[in-house]
């Protein structure tokens, strides 16, 4: 399964990787064995699919040696893997209790919704990464997500696979049914790719700057001095190709933004006259906020964004933790989660934002694209990381801006920054841990997917169906 996620990207694996748990549920129907089951893939999914966590080491850099570094991003990753591995535990522990054994298509029904619930409630919690829809971004039935987004893939996949097992457990002409329907979901997507409306009007002109500043740099002096030249520097460069705005990463400039001061970076805004969505931070009375600013052609603050999802340990840390592991923020004071019901204008119109790990939070963008949204900018680190994450966080990307039916701009320190149309197809993708600035065209638009009107309707469908189910047998006459 892991395979079938970014970078490898082979994603038809998907469609027969969760088919060996569902085999090991239908033949144990004790808890147990399932419960041993699920937490056996969950380990070998979850545990190979974060493994870049790993890049956290070494922590020498805030203070932490050599061996307690180590420990720490073990630790860390062992937590994560933990709490991904739980949704397949409970998967396959209520599937061998309560589902397996009572039906065929009861229990294909019941297993695929039961993985779609979960994931959606797994969603909602500040540890949410990998989900079985991310298998099929950036070159899989990503077109499918404009219905009801990760729940319309994660469905497709979970049913396929209920599919294989039927077929080797009862009867080969479930073989025929899994083809039929996975060859109905590829001509659907095909279709719904087809279907994409054109853009119209003139075309917004936006230039990316990629800094790569490391992390373990960028709070020093030298680091901050090489965020004022070479933001600034690479602004200028790309004002002068005549774009209408420049999007910079997630925290390009690590200090606390003062409106109020002028700065060679405002300066050089007003200029050149061209705004600028700049990614730094703002002080509020309790802490800080990391923000996106869009600083107009004055060199002004025009709009701000502040993140709403913040990451867990490394930007914020519970109070029960804190006495712990308070030394893992490289935080001088406390960052405050943003209002969910942030509006982020700017002088095209209004723009969804997500930053670094709001990208994983389909709910979050769809939020944006529903109060009036026209196009998507994205910023993130990235940094200490592997290419293993930067590959996957450009999937996320893939599937908001599907969902949406929107174009995305997506500007990161160290890679991967992109373009990517409405199609979900990557017009333009950076070289990792390189400088890079690039300008592109984008369109605004107002298009509006099932997924955007009616959100997740697919799961409490797929609830009713599965009830409907188990309601109809039970009550049938028996002869």
């Not at 307690?68 to 709490?83: D, Q």
């Not at 979901?185 to 800094?211: K, M, S, T």
């Not at 999802?309 to 406390?334: A, F, M």
């Not at 149309?421 to 369109?443: C, E, K, M, N, Q």
Request: glycine content about 10%; overall charge positive; hydrophobic content about 45%.
């Amino acid at each position: 399964m892991q395979w079938a996620l970014p970078p490898v990207g082979w994603g038809w694996l998907a469609f027969g990787a969760v088919a060996p748990l569902w085999w090991v549920c239908q033949m144990q129907r004790a808890g147990l064995p399932a419960v041993l089951a699920g937490l056996w893939w969950g380990l070998g999914f979850y545990g190979s699919s974060l493994v870049w966590v790993w890049d956290l080491h070494p922590l020498t850099w805030i203070g932490i040696d050599p061996l307690p570094s180590w420990l720490i991003s073990r630790g860390i990753w062992l937590f994560l893997t933990l709490w991904g591995a739980t949704l397949s535990i409970v998967w396959a522990a209520l599937m061998a209790r309560y589902v397996c054994g009572h039906g065929l298509w009861p229990e294909l029904l019941a297993g695929v919704t039961l993985w779609c619930g979960l994931e959606a409630l797994w969603s909602y919690s500040p540890l949410w990464w990998i989900s079985v829809s991310l298998s099929q971004s950036p070159h899989g039935l990503v077109q499918l997500s404009r219905l009801a987004g990760p729940t319309t893939l994660t469905a497709v996949v979970l049913a396929v696979n209920g599919l294989i097992v039927l077929a080797l457990r009862y009867h080969r002409r479930y073989w025929r049914y899994g083809v039929v329907f996975l060859g109905s979901a590829l001509l659907l997507n095909v279709a719904l790719a087809a279907a994409v409306p054109a853009d119209h009007g003139e075309g917004l002109r936006v230039g990316i700057i990629q800094g790569n500043i490391p992390t373990r740099e960028k709070l020093t002096p030298e680091g901050i001095r090489r965020a004022w030249q070479d933001y600034t520097r690479g602004y200028q460069d790309l004002a002068a190709t005549g774009v209408e705005a420049v999007l910079t990463p997630e925290g390009a400039l690590p200090i606390l933004w003062q409106p109020e001061q002028v700065n060679r970076l405002s300066t050089a805004v007003q200029q050149a006259g061209v705004p600028l969505w700049l990614g730094t931070f703002m002080a509020t009375t309790d802490g800080h906020y990391q923000v996106l600013l869009t600083l107009d052609q004055h060199g002004q603050v025009y709009s701000r964004y502040n993140k709403v999802n913040l990451v867990l340990l490394g930007e914020y840390i519970p109070d029960w933790l804190s006495g712990v592991v308070q030394r893992l923020s490289t935080l001088r004071s406390r960052l405050i989660p943003g209002n969910p019901d942030q509006v982020f204008r700017t002088p095209w119109g209004n723009a969804v934002v997500l930053i670094c790990f709001e990208s994983a939070f389909s709910h979050r963008s769809r939020a944006q694209v529903r109060t009036g949204g026209e196009f998507i900018l994205s910023v993130a680190n990235n940094d200490p990381y592997r290419q293993q994450l930067m590959a996957q966080h450009h999937a996320h990307d893939v599937l908001r801006a599907v969902e949406g039916d929107r174009w995305l701009v997506r500007a990161t320190n160290t890679g991967l920054s992109a373009v990517i149309d409405p199609t979900g197809t990557t017009r333009w993708l950076s070289d990792p841990d390189r400088f890079v600035i690039h300008a592109a065209t984008i369109y605004r638009r107002q298009s509006v997917t099932l997924y955007t009107r009616f959100g997740d309707w697919l799961l409490p469908l797929l609830a009713v169906a599965t009830g409907t189910s188990y309601s109809s047998r039970a009550f049938r006459p028996r002869g």
